[in-house]
């Protein structure tokens, strides 16, 4: 996003050129994809949803927010902004009437920084949620009561907490508010490519069962003893 040409790019990592430009509204500020739609907000408090080629597909008002996240499925998430001394969670709409449904609150676990841009990415079973602040990346597990666990934090070049923040299934990625670039950085998970379970996620009825089947592919792995832990969260 540009806030001052009122611009909407999209940008190919691999090749270093964007793809398409499209103008949207005055000063879009935070940017996230519902896997349909692209959603962007603005000062005013109203959030915008987008086609692929830039078409405006309908709109919600919501609160001033900084960080703009969806997990593709059900539902937004918008950071909402902080005065000095404030601490506001983030707020979940449905998607499909836009109705708050819950808040998470996190911020007794970030330290007091400021927090600024979210993600999240439903494939990371260990914690769904990144939170960006300056220099320092948060990622939490949320429960299905909306309650939260940091799982880790780490360092991370950003220059500010507002930057842009996105999780594109093995790397975090951040932009900075003084150059005209966008920086990956490893997650901090391990990954470990010679187990495979299948399903990875699903739901079980009380008092029932289902099976998953464990793979282990030692096709590319060298000559050794090799050790993991398979972690069920539920």
């Given at each position: ?8 790019y999209s ?49 919600f ?30 707020r ?18 970030v ?59 093995a ?8 150059e005209?670039k ?16 299948e399903?990875?996620s ?27 832990e ?5």
């Open positions: 996003l540009s806030s001052v040409n009122h611009r909407m940008f190919n990592p691999e090749s270093g050129r964007f793809s398409n430009v499209h103008r949207i509204h005055d000063h879009p500020t935070c940017l996230t994809f519902d896997g349909t739609n692209l959603w962007a907000s603005d000062p005013a408090s109203i959030c915008y949803a987008y086609n692929p080629e830039g078409n405006e597909r309908e709109h008002n919501a609160p001033a927010i900084v960080g703009l996240a969806s997990d593709r499925d059900r539902y937004l998430f918008g950071n909402e902004a902080s005065e000095e001394g404030e601490f506001n969670p983030i979940v709409w449905n998607r499909d009437d836009y109705q708050e449904v819950a808040t998470i609150n996190y911020r007794h676990l330290g007091g920084r400021e927090v600024g841009s979210i993600d999240w990415n439903s494939d990371c079973l260990s914690g769904q949620l990144w939170v960006l602040a300056e220099g320092h990346v948060f990622q939490f597990f949320v429960n299905e009561n909306w309650e939260v666990e940091l799982i880790q934090e780490f360092d991370v070049a950003a220059d500010g907490p507002e930057v842009g923040l996105t999780h594109d299934g790397n975090l990625w951040h932009g900075m508010r003084e005209n966008w920086y990956k950085c490893d997650d901090g998970i391990g990954q470990v490519s010679w187990i495979i379970l399903p990875q699903g739901d079980i009825a009380q008092n029932e069962e289902t099976e998953v089947f464990v793979t282990l592919d030692a096709t590319l792995l060298m000559d050794g003893i090799y050790e993991a398979i972690h069920i969260l539920s």
